[in-house]
């Protein structure tokens, strides 16, 4: 399966704390996407890093990634009850097609 | 307004029968895509179209035909449905690639 795969599988941190999951992959990339997912709704967009790129910010999400390892991370600072969701990484395969593959998804819980 | 709407948002139906969800966008995109996720969660690209021609076409059983009437709509039809087809089915657009735009997805329970 070409499927990426997310860690942990859950996560459950305080308001204010920082979370931080993790995304491995298995092919050459163009770039990796995150997405989040509330409950019930369609996928967010988040952020997209280039192959090229080492690390992205966008408000408080911090993302990196590590073609030699074939991983990226997505943090997230001084957490919101709000940001309470599943979060996807996504990679394109290297392809021309856009055919995004997506991890198994971090459920992340915080409590108020 | 929506930029990527699907219909219906809820579909139960027996097994045999035969069924469509439809999507429009309205970010005027050139690509759409259908995604089923699963029970788990597990998210797979099942179809994709740019401007109206498939490009995308993932081992899904022929029961499934999509169409795209033009580049603003992409329709999934499924005949003979199976227990095992029950999941929540997404549509999606981009404009090239990179960022996706998803639906609010089709929750369809077959009994």
Known sequence: SQQGEEDPQALSIQEGENATMNCSYKTSINNLQWYRQN?????VHLILIRSNEREKHSGRL???LDTSKKSSSLLITASRAADTASYFCAT????????????????????? | ????SQTPKYLV????????????????HDTMYWYKQDSKKFLKIMFSYNNK???????????????????????????????????VYFCASSQGPGELFFGEGSRLTVL
């Open chain 2, 13 to 28: 139906t027996q097994m045999g029968n035969d069924k469509s969800i439809k999507c429009e966008q309205n970010l005027g």
């Open chain 1, 62 to 64: 911090r993302v990196t």
């Open chain 1, 39 to 43: 409950s019930g709704r369609g996928l």
């Open chain 1, 92 to 112: 394109d395969g290297g392809g021309a097609t856009n055919k995004l593959i997506f991890g198994t998804g971090t459920l992340l819980a915080v409590q108020p």
């Open chain 2, 1 to 4: 307004d929506t930029a990527v």
């Open chain 2, 53 to 87: 021609e498939l490009i995308i076409n993932e081992t899904v059983p022929n029961r499934f035909s999509p169409k795209s009437p033009d580049k603003a709509h992409l329709n999934l039809h499924i005949n003979s449905l199976e227990l095992g087809d029950s999941a």
